[in-house]
Every structure is written in structure tokens, then in C-alpha cells.
């Protein structure tokens, strides 16, 4: 689609090519909260028996689990909502960036408007998340399209060369 036919500054992504890529980066374990904005991603992976998934109560949890199993030498991702996220900020903060460990969040920017700009969004769970990852050190790349796929594995990576958390931020439900 043209830039001046485009409609959206997201759309949503079928969840095969996201659990494409997902396999791609030699994932074990996914780790989530229950989260409506992915839960098609998540019903894919989840039917996934090369993938252990991991259903937990909250997102600081999520962030702990992480930590264990990259010690004891598995391949977690952890994919939850923007807002879980910010309920996570102490975990991440201590655990992620002052422990460096190594985590690729895939959040979920739920109730983006997508006809607007991240940076116009009246919603603040989204239009603040990356100005905070970005004062806590914290990477992030948006996925905003199916030709933004490849951020994962550029956050995948740079989280493990550089042992700390990166965040891909998913603009749109997944379908």
C-alpha cells in the first residue's frame, strides 16, 4: 500500500508469520499473561510442541521466569501488553537491566488508535512506553507491519549480545 493510500500507521499481522518468525530464533519457551491484543499469536504458539508455553499471573513474573530459564541455558520470550509491562518496571528494571539478563519482550500496544501516530496517541500506556524504555536503557523497535518482521531478530540478537532486555512493541492486534 502506498504511503498516500495508507489508512493506518499499523495493521494487524497474521500470527503464522509472527510464529514463523518467532521458531526462527530457536525459541523454547514462551512466556505470557493472558493478552487479548496477541491472542491469536498466542493460541499459534501455544499448539507449538517445539515451544513450552508458560501462562503466567503477572508480567513482573514473567520477567523473573525469564531470568531462571536463560540461567539455566533455555531461549524464553516474553510477549505481553503494554500495560502489564509498565506494572513490570521494577522487575524489569532490576532484573533485566541491572542483573543483565537478556529478554525479548513482544508487547502488545493495546488500545493504540492506529489511524493516529504512536507520538499522537491519546492513550498514555502507549504514547509513553518508548520515551520510558528509552530512560531506562531499555531497546525498542516497532512492529508495525508484516515488513517489520525482521526486528525480531534484531531485538533477539542485540538482547543476547548485549545481555539486557529489548522490547519489539506490536502496533495492532494480531489476526
Not at 510464529?19 to 491472542?39: R, S, W, Y
Request: negative net charge; charged residues 20%; glycine residues 8%.
Amino acid at each position: 500500500m502506498s504511503s498516500e493510500t495508507r489508512a493506518a500507521y499499523a495493521e494487524s499481522i497474521p500470527a503464522a508469520k509472527l510464529h514463523g518468525a518467532i521458531a526462527g530464533l530457536g525459541v523454547t519457551h514462551v512466556l505470557t499473561v493472558p493478552d487479548t491484543h496477541q491472542k491469536t499469536l498466542l493460541a499459534s504458539l501455544a499448539a507449538d510442541p517445539s515451544m513450552r508455553m508458560l501462562t503466567l499471573s503477572t508480567e513482573d513474573e514473567a520477567i523473573a521466569v525469564n531470568a531462571g530459564l536463560w540461567i539455566g541455558g533455555a531461549e524464553p520470550i516474553v510477549v505481553i501488553q503494554n500495560v502489564g509491562l509498565f506494572a513490570a518496571m521494577n522487575a524489569l528494571r532490576g532484573i533485566g537491566v541491572d542483573m543483565r539478563v537478556p529478554a525479548l519482550l513482544l508487547v502488545g500496544q493495546y488500545g493504540r488508535d492506529v489511524a493516529r501516530p504512536v507520538e499522537d496517541d491519546p492513550a498514555t500506556g502507549v504514547r509513553f512506553m518508548e520515551p520510558v524504555l528509552r530512560a531506562m536503557g531499555v531497546a525498542s523497535y516497532r512492529l508495525d507491519f508484516e515488513s517489520d518482521i525482521p526486528v525480531l531478530e534484531t531485538a533477539w540478537r542485540r538482547s543476547r549480545e548485549e545481555r539486557r532486555p529489548v522490547a519489539v512493541l506490536l502496533g495492532a492486534p494480531t489476526v
